[in-house]
């Protein structure tokens, strides 16, 4: 299937591309599994973009209507003459590379935690996620994220989106980050299924960062059980809501009962029911995980940095004054390679803006506490530069502006409340981390510090109208603080006392508690009893793919996720919340598209409907918009109905000039 080898090719590209002896330098660790998640970033990140650029000027200024068979043609066979290239000019030399493996010991127990993982990681990726007998179906806990992303798959894999508009609110330009979707809908394009080109590379999205994540902690800790236990933590969160729960229904006599039957997430904070903590968030944001693998990756690069600053023999201000006011703290190192990862990272902001601003936060503790600092600086600017570059391209203006927001979710915004807040929502994971530190060396409370940085930031700025969606910075530290707790919990079981041990158990089932649990009700909410279905085969799906494009606009009812939004098309205003989380403003189209559906005279349809440059307006039998009546009659009279389906429930009226 062409959709498998364009994912090869970009595996081949990341080869060719991604510098080992700069990630791997040491030679003593096994270092494919930096190498594999490396290369098909890498890769998948170069290839789709040439994929959308091409295509992008084939549709804009070529003015074709297929314009992804030119995009992928010109890059996959580009990709293969490059990589036939430097098979054959290469292939004599190719013995002198690094192995990917140097302890073979332990490479057979990662290859089995990897494999788990990996299986793991599927079930629940098609779990929520697939198609059968030609119904779509997604879980309840997810289908509220996938209507937005499947919109836009479609929007490309059947449609012709470009330029880029956002398909819940179309007309306009667009302020989601959205290539990981176009990937998603280019492999649909080239053959794959939707649930799997979606579900493919959203698990080697996050089994990739799995990797990564487990082979960073190696190195800090030089420990498998420390960096299988921070996967373990990664999946199942630290929180005190089990135990209160558990307490609460045991009082009240239920507590079996409720464990089996209830099927929404625990919790005792604002919004925590939603998800925001739990494995959720990696089924509900798939692209959060493939940049987080460059951003991984970036860390690995500049380790070595780190390293030469916390190795420094001085301690106190002597060290600080080092590591600012010295030659060697400003000296550059490397700044071809400096330059190369800020392309890295600024080439992801259309993939996961929040995890480039994360990465970017992280690296700045990398940079405070080691020496080399003008390469950092040179990776900030040029990331911060194509970030600014794709936002003019992308966006009229911008939808995200820095302002102070102290506090989060916290009801109580002071210092007190926001330590309350920490301790319901994630347990002794936060709070504890301060007295973890004091056991910790100079490197690993340096790490711990850099960690920390997106934490900090969402709790004290805000860059969207939803500060809810600040949680992704707070999962983020999370994921890579995990560590400091698995090498707690070995620690303790290492001095082989009963009590010991029995300690570390009973921390291990304090961290882990309430995400268990969390995991059993993502089971059960997205059963085959709490699923959302959409039918792939659908009538009006596949008149709405053959009758209108991009340059159309399409007036429905606000729809989340249906046989209309699968057909990729532009709504006028779909689900406001999506679209209003993203900075459009839903408020006064919601607003005229009411005064559309309720129009007393073809004058004032026609009028409205200019000015909003509706081209379809859709009508559902006994239709309300916002909980008021709509009328039909004046559409009717006004426009011509160009589409009826089978059981005559929705009608679909074009929109036409007024005849003379």
Known sequence: MLGILYL??????????LPQKHLCADGKENSLWILLPGWFVTGTLILTWFTYGISYFCSVYAREENPLFYGNLAVMAGAFGILAFFYFRNRKTEGTRQ???????????????????????????????????????SGYTVFGDYAPHTAMMRS???????????????????????MFQFLAG?????????????????????????????ALVLRIFQSFAVGALTLVLFFFRSSFSFFRFAYEHLMAGDLWQTLKENTSFIGYTLNEDWGLWNFNVYLNQRHLAFVLCAVCLVLFYFW???QEGVKDGTKGLTWLSHLFFTREAWKPKNLPMAAGWGVLLGGCSFWNGAAVIAGLLILAGFAVFSKRKTDYAV????????????TKLFMKGSSLGFSFYFGFLAEDRTPAGILSYLVWMSGIFFVGLMVLAVVLKRRERCLMAAFLLPFLFAFTVSMTPDINVNHKYIMISYAFLSCFWAWLCVRIWKEKKVWMRIVSGGLLVMLTITGIYDLAVIIKDNDSMHRVGVNMES???????ENLDSRDLLLTPQYSINEVTMAGVMLYCGWPYYAWSAGYDTDYRAGKAMEIYQ??????????????NITYILYEENMEYLQAVCREDILEETYPLVYKSGDGWTRIYQVTEESE
């Open 8 to 17: 090869l090719l970009a595996f081949g590209i990341g080869r060719l591309i």
């Open 599 to 612: 129009a007393a005279d073809s004058r004032t349809l026609r009028e409205l409907v200019e000015k909003e």
């Open 186 to 214: 280019n492999l649909e394009y080239l053959g794959l299924r939707l649930d799997i080109a979606y579900n493919l590379i959203s698990i080697l999205s996050l089994l990739g960062f799995l990797m990564l994540l487990y």
């Open 539 to 545: 009538e009006t799906t596949r008149w709405l793919e």
């Open 379 to 390: 990776l900030a600017a040029l990331s911060v530069l194509l970030s600014v570059i794709q």
């Open 304 to 306: 070595s940095y780190l």
């Open 156 to 178: 490309f894999s059947k449609g012709n989106n470009f330029p880029t508009q956002y398909p819940h609110f179309g007309g306009e330009d667009i302020k989601y980050h959205f």
């Open 99 to 137: 192995p990917y493996w140097a302890d073979h010991k332990r490479f057979k127990k990662e290859i089995v935690l990897f494999l788990a993982a990996g299986i793991f990681v599927s079930f629940f990726m098609f779990y929520v996620f697939f198609i059968s007998d030609g119904v779509l179906y």
